[in-house]
Nanobody
Framework: QVQVVESGGGLVQPGGSLRLSCAASGAIFGINTMGWFRQAPGKTRDFVATLTSGGSTNYTDSVKGRFTISRDNAKNTVTLQMNSLKPDDTAVYYC??????????????WGQGTQVTVSS
């Protein structure tokens, strides 16, 4: 089984920065994608950013130029650096891992979520 644990959320003023971290352990295989989703109150869980094990990144338009995703393949960690935060970024942020597990197929794993609140 796979365990996914996020950290780094909190309260920040508009224009500030936060860094979210996620560590995965267990049956993690080399070819996978790690990323972040977020869910604001009363809304669906939406894609924020992903980064493949091969280094390809993808961001939702609203965070391009402000958020940066990075990962350490050796440690199975992924980080989301969030700058120039806006109140609209307020949400619970979830770490996500998608991988092709040998003998099983495509699997997805989620963290428990970490709250990010942007408010003055």
């Amino acid at each position: 089984q796979v365990q996914v644990v996020e950290s780094g959320g909190g309260l920040v003023q508009p224009g500030g920065s936060l860094r979210l971290s996620c560590a995965a352990s267990g049956a993690i295989f080399g070819i996978n994608t790690m990323g972040w989703f977020r869910q604001a109150p009363g809304k669906t869980r939406d894609f924020v950013a992903t980064l493949t094990s091969g280094g390809s990144t993808n961001y939702t338009d609203s965070v391009k130029g402000r958020f940066t995703i990075s990962r350490d393949n050796a440690k199975n960690t992924v980080t989301l650096q969030m700058n120039s935060l806006k109140p609209d970024d307020t949400a619970v942020y979830y770490c996500w891992i998608g991988q092709l597990t040998p003998g099983v197929g495509v699997e997805e794993f989620w963290g428990q979520g970490t709250q990010v609140t942007v408010s003055s």
